[in-house]
């Protein structure tokens, strides 16, 4: 089955500045690729998302970019905020339609200094 | 739309006990999926159905866990003879279309 990495698993950053966390994946069918947030004592939440027939998509402060070649995608939060502390999960499924299962990397704590 | 829900969100058992998780989807939506997280592991994946019908159960393991969705309404994952190891927060979620998935707030699950 997919199998996918998240680095890193711990991030600190400094209020203003941007953040970047990075994931791979293996298996070349995936084709859909969401982030999930999550806050402490909280249930994830979907926050952004790409597809294959993209390789790059921004909302807001939130900008994903998307390498099927190298079979990469990442995260990127610009001009961070300590709101946006959180765990972040990226995700891989191969399926474009209702249920198929999401394949979760390790998650990323990231700390926002103010 | 009061979202997934998870019942109860803490459950303590005594090593060999049993233990059911109840889950509540959104309404209309097709897909159900179960997820535990753990700090080692993360959000790991154990099964699916779409339709009420399971789909994927590869992230079950075998011998003691066993998830049902007997209506539309609402799915059970059950573990047999629960083990420390079982301790985790069980997440499920249900998806109407292009996989976006909506998390309920989970079940705590303390195997002593």
């Known amino acids: 089955g997919e199998q996918v990495e998240q680095l890193p698993s711990i991030l600190r950053v400094q209020e203003g500045s941007s953040a970047s966390i990075n994931c791979s994946y293996e298996d070349s069918a995936s084709n859909y690729f969401p982030w999930y947030k999550q806050e402490p004592g909280e249930n994830p939440k979907l926050i952004i998302d790409?597809?294959?027939?993209?390789e790059r998509k921004q909302i807001q402060e939130l900008i994903v970019l998307l390498d099927k070649k190298a079979k990469r995608f990442s995260l990127h939060i610009t001009d961070t905020q300590p709101g946006d502390s959180a765990m972040y999960f990226c995700a891989a499924s191969d399926r474009n339609n209702a249920g198929a299962k999401l394949t979760f990397g390790g998650g990323t704590r990231l700390t926002v200094r103010p | 739309n009061a979202g997934v829900i998870q019942t109860p969100r803490h459950k303590v058992t005594g090593k060999g006990q049993e233990a059911t998780l109840w889950c509540e989807p959104i309404s209309g939506h097709s897909a159900v999926f179960w997820y535990r997280q753990t700090i080692v592991q993360g959000l790991e994946f154990l099964t699916y159905f779409r339709n009420q019908a399971p789909i994927d159960d590869s992230g079950m393991p075998k011998e003691r866990f066993s998830a049902q969705m007997p209506n539309q309404s609402h799915s059970t994952l059950k573990i047999q003879s629960t083990q420390p190891q079982d301790s985790a927060v069980y997440l499920c979620?249900?998806?109407?279309?292009?996989?976006?998935?909506?998390f309920g707030a989970g079940t705590r699950l303390s195997v002593l």
């Open positions: 790409i597809r294959s027939n993209m």
């Open positions: 979620a249900s998806s109407l279309r292009q996989n976006t998935l909506y």
